[in-house]
């Protein structure tokens, strides 16, 4: 009888601990929760990204304050979407991914952006003109990297059918 009480007690504890201690979590994440979570996410970074990018800065100061705000930005939504939990069917789940790594390859870009600016920034102080010329053509290869992958990321987010990640400008 102590044996059979002993079992019962402990196939109830590993039921109660196999429960998920109450989480809210869904246990399963469909495409459209998905793209509903992402899409939330994207909007709460929508306006400062436009924001950042809508400025014209005038001085290598105000070009390195930009390209650090833009690369902080990214840095956020790059963070915020590999929080959420992929949707659990396979099909869905890769287009899912593939976006997710597309924001992720737009990172090196960018810190490539920050230090062309902060190279930028000193040699203007340093007022050499060679630098000035070099860094100023390395900040713009790297805007230009940048823009064709969020191109990229962006055109992964409408094939999957985001709605505001896709127009991510």
Not at 65 to 85: P, Q, R, T, W
Not at 102 to 118: D, I
Not at 131 to 154: E, H
């Amino acid at each position: 009888m102590t044996r059979l009480l002993a079992a019962v007690l402990v196939a109830a504890a590993l039921a109660v601990a196999g429960c998920g201690g109450g989480s809210n979590e869904p246990k399963t994440v469909s495409k459209d929760l998905y793209i509903a979570e992402s899409d939330q996410v994207c909007s709460t970074l929508a306006e400062r990204i436009r924001s950042a990018g809508s400025n014209d800065p005038q001085s290598p100061q105000d070009i390195t304050k930009s390209a650090n705000v833009l690369a902080d930005l990214y840095g956020d939504l790059e963070n915020k979407l590999e929080d959420l939990k992929l949707p659990t069917a396979v099909a869905d789940r890769r287009g899912a991914a593939a976006y997710v790594q597309a924001v992720s390859r737009t990172g090196a870009l960018l810190a490539q952006l920050r230090t062309s600016a902060k190279s930028l920034e000193d040699a203007a102080k340093a007022k050499d003109a060679t630098k000035v010329a070099a860094a100023g053509n390395a900040v713009r290869a790297a805007l230009d990297a940048f823009r064709a992958a969020q191109a990229q990321a962006n055109q992964k987010a409408l094939a999957y059918g985001y709605n505001l990640c896709g127009n991510l400008n």
